[in-house]
C-alpha cells in the first residue's frame, strides 16, 4: 500500500501545497471531518456532469456529488442560469421574496407530507429545528431515535451515529443532554412499543427512513409502517430525516418510495440544488407553531421560535426551484436509479468472480459495499448470501483502514466514493462512468486482497 500513497503524493504536488497551507490555517485542516483522507485530502478545481477535477489535474468519476446534494451533477447549466439571474438582482435581503415561495411550492407540491414549509440553512438545522417542533406540540420533552442513524453535528444527535453507539459522540457535549434522548435498535416495533408504552415523555421518533446513513444499515418498509402506526397510537410525532433521500429515492422521497407519510421531514442536500439549504416540512397545524398573532404574550412565549439569517437566500431559492422544477419530471430521479442498480450489479459480480467475501447493496440512486472482516463468520457462511446481515456494528464497523485504504485505491484509479465504501449517483452520470468505475473497482479489490485486508470465501 505504501507504494500506492507514494505514487499518489508525487503526483500530487499542488494538492500537497494546499494540505500544508490548511494545517495553518484550518482547525482540523480540512472543512468537514469526511473531507480528511489518507494520504491527504481532495481539492478540487471545477466539476461537469457526473466528474470532478483536482488542483493537479487529475479526473474523477464523482459518487460523492457534493455529500448528495447534486442530482443533477456539477455545473448544470439550468440552475447556473436561474442563480446567475437571482444573483443579478441581488444575493441577500435579509427579507422574505417570491422565490421563497415558489421554492415552498415546489416542496408542498412533491412531498406527501408537506402542508408547509420552513426553510433553513442544513440538515443540521433542520433536524434540531424538527425536534423543537416536536417538543413544543407535544408538550413532552424525549425524543426517540435508532442506532446508527445520523441525523447532523448538534449536540442532541451527535451520539450513537458510529459504534460504539453507547460511546460520547464528541467532546465539549454536556453529559445531561443524552437524558432527554432514548435511544434503540432500529428494527424492532416490539421494543418500540413497550418504550412508548411505559415512558410518556417521548414526543417525537426521528429516523432516516431508507436506514442508517442513507441505507448503509437497511430496514424493511414494514419498520416504518409499524412505526407510524404506534406513533398515531401514543401521540408521538413520526420524524423523517430525509436530508439524503429527500427527491432523491423518488421525487416525493422515501415517504413516496416507501409508502409511508410522516409528520415532519428534515430536508437539506438535493432540495437546494447544490446551494446550501435546508427545510423542516409536515402538517399545518405542527408549523403553525411559528405563528404570530399579533398577541404579545403568544408572540412572546407561545409559539416555536426560529430565526437565521440566510434562511431561504435567493440563490439557495432559484438553484432549489430550478432543480425541483426539473426532478418534478420523475425522469433525472429514475435515471439516477437505473445507473446505481447497473453499477450496484457489476460490482457485484466482481466480488463474486474473485470469491470475495462482502456483497454489494443500496436502494434507489445509493450503493454501498461490505467486506467481512471476521474469519469465523466467512468459514462457517460458505458462500456469499449468508453473509447478508443487518447488524449497524458489523455494517458500519468495517476495520477502518481497509475502510482507507479502499478510498485511497479507488481516488488512485480516478473515482471517489461519499462515505465509508458507498455512494450516490446523478442523473448526469454515464453507462461509461459505470464501466470505467467498475474497472476502477475491480483493481482495487485485488490490491485489498493482495494486502490482507479483505477476505475470500473457501
Not at 63 to 76: E, I, K
Not at 117 to 140: D, K, M
Not at 179 to 196: I, K, N, T
Amino acid at each position: 500500500m505504501h507504494r500506492i500513497a507514494e505514487a499518489y503524493l508525487a503526483a500530487r504536488p499542488k494538492s500537497q501545497a494546499l494540505w500544508a497551507r490548511a494545517q495553518t490555517l484550518l482547525g482540523g485542516g480540512v472543512g468537514h471531518d469526511l473531507r480528511h483522507h489518507t494520504p491527504l485530502p481532495l481539492y478540487i478545481s471545477h466539476g461537469r456532469g457526473g466528474r470532478k477535477w483536482d488542483v493537479d489535474g487529475h479526473e474523477y468519476i464523482d459518487f460523492l456529488l457534493g455529500n448528495g446534494a447534486l442530482l443533477l451533477g456539477h455545473a448544470d447549466p439550468e440552475i447556473g442560469e436561474a442563480v446567475a439571474a437571482a444573483l443579478a438582482r441581488g444575493t441577500h435581503f435579509g427579507s422574505d421574496h417570491e422565490l421563497q415561495m415558489e421554492w415552498a411550492e415546489w416542496v408542498c407540491r412533491l412531498l406527501p407530507c408537506a402542508e408547509r414549509v420552513r426553510f433553513v440553512n442544513s440538515g443540521t438545522e433542520a433536524t434540531a429545528l424538527a425536534l423543537r417542533l416536536a417538543r413544543a406540540y407535544t408538550g413532552r420533552s424525549k425524543v426517540l431515535r435508532f442506532e446508527g442513524h445520523f441525523h447532523g453535528w448538534h449536540d442532541e444527535v451527535v451520539h450513537g451515529f458510529a459504534p460504539p453507539f453507547e460511546a460520547d459522540g464528541s467532546l465539549g457535549v454536556p453529559a445531561k443532554v443524552r437524558e432527554q434522548v432514548v435511544m434503540l435498535p432500529d428494527g424492532d416495533l416490539e421494543r418500540v412499543a413497550s418504550c412508548l408504552a411505559s415512558d410518556g415523555e417521548v414526543a417525537g421518533m426521528i429516523l432516516e427512513p431508507s436506514g442508517a446513513s442513507w441505507g448503509r444499515v437497511p430496514i424493511e418498509r414494514a419498520f416504518l409502517a409499524g412505526l407510524r402506526e404506534l406513533a398515531d397510537r401514543h401521540g408521538v410525532l413520526l420524524i423523517f430525516d430525509e436530508v439524503v433521500t429527500g427527491f432523491r429515492f423518488a421525487p416525493g422521497g422515501a415517504q413516496q418510495f416507501y409508502g409511508v407519510t410522516p409528520d415532519l421531514a428534515c430536508l437539506a442536500k438535493v432540495l437546494a440544488g447544490g446551494m446550501p439549504g435546508g427545510a423542516v416540512a409536515g402538517r399545518a397545524e405542527i408549523l403553525d407553531l411559528f405563528r404570530f398573532t399579533g398577541d404579545p404574550q403568544h408572540d412572546r412565549h407561545r409559539r416555536v421560535v426560529h430565526l437565521g439569517t440566510f434562511n431561504a437566500s435567493p440563490l439557495s431559492a432559484a438553484a432549489g426551484t430550478a432543480a425541483l422544477r426539473r426532478i418534478a419530471t420523475g425522469e433525472p430521479t429514475a435515471r439516477a436509479n437505473a445507473l446505481a442498480a447497473q453499477l450496484r450489479q457489476r460490482w457485484d459480480q466482481v466480488l463474486e468472480a474473485q470469491g470475495i467475501a462482502g456483497y454489494v447493496y443500496g436502494e434507489a440512486s445509493t450503493f454501498h459495499v461490505y467486506f467481512e472482516t471476521d474469519r469465523h463468520r466467512v468459514r462457517a457462511a460458505g458462500k456469499r448470501a449468508a453473509l447478508v446481515t443487518r447488524d449497524a456494528r458489523r455494517l458500519k464497523g468495517m476495520p477502518s483502514e481497509l475502510v482507507a485504504q479502499y478510498q485511497q485505491q479507488l481516488r488512485f484509479r480516478g473515482v471517489d466514493v461519499m462515505s465509508s465504501t458507498g455512494g450516490v449517483l446523478s442523473a448526469a452520470h454515464t453507462e461509461t462512468d459505470v464501466q470505467q468505475a467498475t474497472e476502477a473497482f475491480e483493481a482495487a479489490v485485488k490490491a485489498l486482497c493482495e494486502d490482507g485486508l479483505v477476505l475470500c470465501l473457501d
